[in-house]
């Protein structure tokens, strides 16, 4: 977990405030996005998916945006708390003959009390 | 965190043993994989099964072998470790209503001097 996040892209808050951590896929034609948590030391966590045909999905405390026109995805985060720290990466699932998902790098997330 | 456990958590090996990772889960899940994460990298796919006995390479095969003879076990063997091979590999299991969510085990950090 810990040699992950050395060279990544780091977005710092305040505990309350909202957070947006943004994500550029590659394919157009992916049909599936999932955003997953990674806390040090530990495994990805699945928070969040949304299907090619939405734009929108909200979850707890969570939104994901979607603009195909564009590849891009959002991971919003509502009044961010110091458990939220973590690094987040967004996966795209490419429509191949079997199921693969593609990961990105990833975003850190600092949230200060 | 599904029912996912991966043996050994930390392994220290040298250069040009054999080393086999163990990813175990207890809800019978069909799909399962194999990825590899190291810094300024995604998650990368190393292998993946989709029954027993039936397995497939991923984008980063070279120098891996898997094997399935049970649903629930799924193991990883560096035939010989090269220090290329340093990372912390993660196994992941196919699930939920989406028919694309994966969920992944704690990891295995292996270092190879």
């Known amino acids: 977990g810990e040699s992950v996040g050395l060279h990544l892209p780091t977005l710092s808050v305040q505990e309350g405030d909202n957070s947006i951590i943004n994500c550029a896929y590659s394919n157009s034609a992916s049909d599936y996005f999932i955003w997953y948590k990674q806390e040090s030391g530990k495994g990805p966590q699945f928070i969040i998916d949304?299907?090619?045909?939405?734009d929108k999905r909200q979850g707890q405390r969570v939104t994901v945006l979607l603009n195909k026109t564009v590849k891009h995805l959002s991971l919003q985060i509502a009044a961010t708390q110091p458990g939220d720290s973590a690094v987040y990466f967004c996966?795209?699932?490419?429509?191949?003959?079997?199921?693969?998902?593609?990961f990105g790098t990833g975003t850190r997330l600092l949230v200060s009390p | 965190d599904a029912g996912i456990t991966q043996s050994p958590r930390h392994k220290v090996t040298e250069t040009g043993t054999p080393v086999t990772l163990r990813c175990h889960q207890t809800e019978n899940h069909r799909y399962m994989y194999w990825y590899r994460q190291d810094p300024g990298h995604g998650l990368r796919l190393i292998h993946y099964?989709?029954?027993?006995?039936?397995?497939d390479k991923g984008e980063v095969s070279d120098g891996y072998s898997v094997s399935r003879s049970k649903t629930e076990d799924f193991l990883l063997t560096l035939e010989s470790a090269t220090s290329s091979q340093t990372s912390v590999y993660f196994c992941?299991?196919?699930?939920?209503?989406?028919?694309?969510?994966?969920?992944f085990g704690p990891g295995t950090r292996l270092t190879v001097t």
């Open positions: 949304i299907r090619s045909n939405m």
């Open positions: 996966a795209e699932n490419i429509p191949t003959g079997f199921q693969k998902l593609v």
């Open positions: 099964s989709y029954g027993v006995k039936d397995t």
């Open positions: 992941a299991i196919r699930a939920g209503t989406s028919g694309y969510e994966q969920y």
